[in-house]
């Protein structure tokens, strides 16, 4: 299995959107027996706790179900484990650098660098601001999400 974790600051907001989103175009694909998918936050603040309730509303608008996740901090576990360790922005991605040495920190990537639409390499942080923030994350995480999947599909010709 190809596993992939995605991962943001709290693991409430972006994260579990990117989890679910890229879960439901893995299904709608007919891979989820070839790919595992999680994700994480680098704090501790919201281990244990279910996605925040704008996450929740905005992606069960577009038939993604963020209700079973919980959240839960990154670990240096995790960067042996999966296999594409999947960053929502510059500051999560050094976070995690730094979890582990240099050669194994080459399959921490930013989800952006998947997006063949935004010209952004960051999604960009919702939590402080309102609903139309949710919005226009879900729509930048849908669209890498897909060019996340192909990049899959071909370094691993499935
Ligand atoms: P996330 O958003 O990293 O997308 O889950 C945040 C959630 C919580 C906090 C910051 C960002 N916080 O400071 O508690």
């Known amino acids: 299995m190809v596993k992939v974790l995605f991962v943001c ?13 890229f879960r439901k175009i893995v ?9 595992e998918i999680d994700s994480a936050g680098t704090h501790a603040y919201h ?27 990154a ?20 976070h995690l650098m730094s979890l582990v ?6 399959k921490v990537r930013l989800l ?3 997006s063949a639409k935004y010209a952004e390499r960051e999604v960009p942080d919702p939590y402080w601001g309102g609903n139309s923030g949710f919005e226009r994350v879900l729509d930048m995480i849908e669209d890498a999400a ?3 999947l192909e990049d899959i599909r071909t370094r691993h010709a499935l």
């Open 9 to 21: 600051l709290g693991n409430i907001c972006r994260s579990p959107t990117a989890e679910g989103t």
């Open 146 to 148: 897909h060019g996340l």
């Open 47 to 73: 281990i244990g706790e279910p996605p925040d309730q704008r996450a929740l509303e905005t992606a069960a608008r577009r038939g993604i179900d963020l209700a079973r996740i919980r959240g839960r901090q």
């Open 27 to 35: 299904i709608d694909a007919d891979m989820e027996l070839l790919i």
């Open 101 to 106: 040495p240099a050669d194994m920190s080459r």
């Open 112 to 114: 952006m660098e998947f």
């Open 75 to 94: 670990t240096a576990d995790d960067l042996r484990r999966f296999d594409y360790v999947v960053a929502m922005d510059e500051e999560n991605r050094r």
